[in-house]
């Protein structure tokens, strides 16, 4: 994971909720993680990770407030909390 996934990471987890991250850079973040990328039907992203799967809306630049914390909550049940955006 390079300097640019952390601070991906360390923003999807800050408080409060940012709403200026990049689509982009959070897939490529999740995928530096492990996480397998999938198109789905519509407009639709899933990310599987862990055993864990979330379906994202895709965002032409910055995520929604909801989205980062839809992908906050499955980084936690994946394992992985803010801790390891620091450590990685």
């Given at each position: 994971m390079n300097?640019?996934?952390r601070a991906v990471l360390e923003a999807i987890f800050a408080h409060p909720t940012s709403g200026n991250i990049?689509?982009?850079e959070t897939i490529y973040?999740?995928?530096s993680l492990g996480a397998e990328?999938?198109?789905?039907s519509g407009n639709?992203?899933?990310?599987t990770l862990n055993g864990?799967?979330?379906a994202l809306t895709h965002?032409?630049?910055d995520l929604p407030k909801d989205e980062v914390m839809q992908i906050k909550k499955f980084l936690i049940?994946?394992?992985i909390d803010s801790a390891d955006a620091v450590q990685s």
């Open positions: 300097h640019k996934h990049d689509f982009k973040t999740l995928e990328v999938v198109n789905k639709r992203i899933g990310v864990h799967t979330v965002a032409h630049h049940a994946c394992g």
